[in-house]
């Protein structure tokens, strides 16, 4: 594959089989995109133009998922091209070693200037004290309110522009980068920025544990936004949710009533944060179209997740509806197929390989992922696509009280929790019911049969989330060990402190009993 990947370098971008002019690389990798804003009708509740300009005149999957719907195993994922569960990325805390191997690693090794920018989040011991306490204790048998309740917050007028300053910092320092690297050698350059855009932003007001609860924007933005096109979404009845998905609807604080225009706002100005980060997008491809390195460049623009935004009544991501797992992706650069739209359903894991090829090195240890390459190419030097016709997600984190994989095949979706037999799975057929509404697992046994037995190829999925339950034990007695004294005080005013402190004692006796209980007995 290395020799076919050299051989479309010579084609693509000319020079001798000694003096390959290799393509620069460029990734914008923002948080909590929802991917089916980047292609179609998505596009058209807001305006997006730069990644409609890379829908024109790149490629666009319209199937891509992230391999664990949270911040940290996502990245972890994708930096190391392995599913979470072999990284053994738990949660936002637990997830790869400082001194992993990414693929921004071997880029290096092999010749190229690197540069990363803004937010990377892949490795261990990061995120909130709150975060890795919640994801510790999911199993035990209490029920606490753990964010804000979301709110829109309209901020500035409209010369407004720059509101997610962090991530503008960022983004100027990439171009400026790129211009500085202009005028150097031939030797080819990989450039990450990382936006923490259109992620909620910390509701202030709840104090220094608050987690990210608020949408922001400005009237700037806001005109980006067809609010006509801003559709509310159909709910369940609570009574009729899944045991897995109530856990999550109320440990999120949206367990209370939501009028109409309340749902309607925080979904506007969620569009109106991705029209922000979107223009982020553009800067970076402004400047390297003005340096004239655009193209000899491949361009990559993804998220580590989505966002639910209401959806399911829900927000942030934790969840493996659409509106959390499923994120974009799409790739222009020499070489590259313009206008195509690639319905195979791919992942995270994928963009490992992918980068690699692209740049003609080759590939170490085992990885989870496939080039995709192969996919969107000119050439017709590649073998055929060699992509399995399935993806997976896993979730072991907080705001979900089991663990959770999810299989995407064709147009099923299946959902399976913990040991398989504890927690009932799901399974939806994405192309009839989009909204994911209607659990057709009694309706298809046979289905849902293959596609556990699939999934069980993939991972054993009931002695991974063993492996977890077990993990979070352990991971919370040695945090409350050290903190001796200190720990009644410390877990009181975590982020879940206005319910917790309703039965202090209640809540610790939970704990208790769940540390001294069985792993066996917990959901997982």
Not at 384 to 410: D, F, I, Q
């Amino acid at each position: 594959m290395l020799l076919l990947a050299l051989l479309f370098f010579i084609q693509n971008y000319g020079g001798s089989g000694q003096n390959v002019a290799r393509p620069n690389i460029v990734m914008v990798m923002s948080d909590a995109f929802d991917g089916r804003l980047s292609f179609d009708t998505g596009s058209k509740v807001v305006q997006l133009p730069y990644i409609n300009y890379l829908n024109e005149l790149g490629s666009t999957f319209l199937n891509t998922y992230t391999n664990s719907p949270i911040c940290c195993p996502s990245r972890a994922a994708m930096w190391s091209g392995q599913f979470a569960h072999l990284t053994q990325s738990w949660n936002n805390y637990k997830c790869l070693d400082a001194n992993s191997t990414t693929w921004m690693d071997l880029l290096e090794r092999n010749g190229y200037r690197t540069k990363m920018l803004g937010k990377l989040d892949y490795t261990s011991g990061s995120h909130s004290v709150s975060n890795r306490v919640e994801a510790w204790t999911r199993d035990v048998q209490f029920l606490l309110r753990q964010e804000g309740r979301p709110v829109s917050q309209l901020v500035g007028n409209m010369s407004t522009i720059r509101i997610m300053e962090i991530d503008w910092e960022n983004t100027d320092k990439a171009t400026q980068w790129i211009r500085q690297t202009a005028g150097l050698s031939n030797e080819p350059f990989a450039l990450y920025l990382g936006l923490n855009l259109p992620h909620p932003y910390k509701t202030e007001s709840l104090g220094p544990t608050a987690g990210g609860s608020t949408f922001r924007s400005s009237p700037y933005w806001l005109k980006k936004v067809s609010s006509e096109l801003v559709s509310i979404p159909k709910w369940l009845p609570m009574a009729a949710m899944h045991p897995v998905d109530l856990y999550s609807t109320f440990t999120k604080n949206c367990s209370s009533e939501f009028t109409e225009e309340e749902i309607k706002h925080i979904r506007t100005f969620y569009y109106a944060m991705c029209a922000e980060a979107d223009a982020m997008l553009g800067q970076v491809i402004s400047a390297l179209r003005e340096t004239g390195l655009l193209d000899n460049t491949a361009v990559i623009f993804t998220a580590d997740h989505g966002e639910l935004a209401m959806e399911h009544r829900q927000f942030y991501k934790m969840s493996m509806f659409e509106g959390s797992s499923h994120v974009p992706l799409l790739i222009m650069g020499p070489g590259v197929k313009s206008g195509l739209q690639v319905h195979q359903l791919v992942s995270l894991v994928d963009l490992y390989p992918t980068v690699l090829e692209i740049a003609g090195v080759s590939a170490v240890g085992n990885l989870s992922g496939h080039s995709i390459l192969p996919l969107i190419s000119k050439s017709r030097n590649f073998s055929k696509n060699k992509h399995p016709e399935w993806v997976l997600s896993e979730y072991h984190g907080c705001n979900a009280n089991a663990s959770t994989y999810m299989l995407r095949v064709g147009h099923w979706k299946y959902i399976a929790y913990a040991d398989g037999l504890s927690v009932p799975p799901q399974l939806f057929n994405v192309t009839a019911d989009k909204d994911e509404l209607h659990n057709l697992v009694l309706k298809f046994p046979d289905v849902q049969a293959q596609l556990d037995k699939l999934l069980r190829t993939i991972v054993d999925y009931p002695k991974v989330s063993s492996a977890v339950r077990l993990y979070n034990k352990k991971a919370f007695a040695a945090w409350r060990d050290s903190l001796g004294s200190n720990y009644t005080e410390v877990i009181a005013n975590l982020r879940w402190h206005v319910d917790w402190q309703k039965d202090i004692l209640a809540n610790e006796k939970a704990i208790d009993t769940w540390l001294q209980g069985s792993s066996r007995t917990s959901n997982g």
